[in-house]
Nanobody, 115 residues
Framework: QVQLVESGGGSVRPGGSLRLSCKVS????????MGWYRQAPGKQREMVAT???????DYTDSVKGRFTISRDYIENSVHLQLNSLRPADTGLYYC?????????WGQGTQVTVSP
């Protein structure tokens, strides 16, 4: 069983920064791709950023140039650096990976951006 535990969320003002972390219960080498997703109130969950074992990263258009995803193989963690935050970035941020036919999700960490 794979467990994902997110942390680092909080409340910030527009323009602020946060660093989210996702601790994985197994070595990151087992997972070809890791991702961060978010869900705002009343909206569907959306992909924010993904990163492969080779280090290739992909971002949704609205966060390009502001967010950075990274993998830490020593800590078995995936991080998401959030800069220049906007109110539209508010939501519950989830870490996700898959192994075989199964998807694994964390419980989420809340990010709130407001004046």
């Amino acid at each position: 069983q794979v467990q994902l535990v997110e942390s680092g969320g909080g409340s910030v003002r527009p323009g602020g920064s946060l660093r989210l972390s996702c601790k994985v219960s197994q070595s990151l080498f087992y997972f070809a791709e890791m991702g961060w997703y978010r869900q705002a109130p009343g909206k569907q969950r959306e992909m924010v950023a993904t990163i492969t074992n080779a280090g290739a990263a992909d971002y949704t258009d609205s966060v390009k140039g502001r967010f950075t995803i990274s993998r830490d193989y020593i800590e078995n963690s995936v991080h998401l650096q959030l800069n220049s935050l906007r109110p539209a970035d508010t939501g519950l941020y989830y870490c996700m990976t898959d192994k075989g036919a199964l998807q694994y999700w964390g419980q989420g960490t809340q990010v709130t951006v407001s004046p």
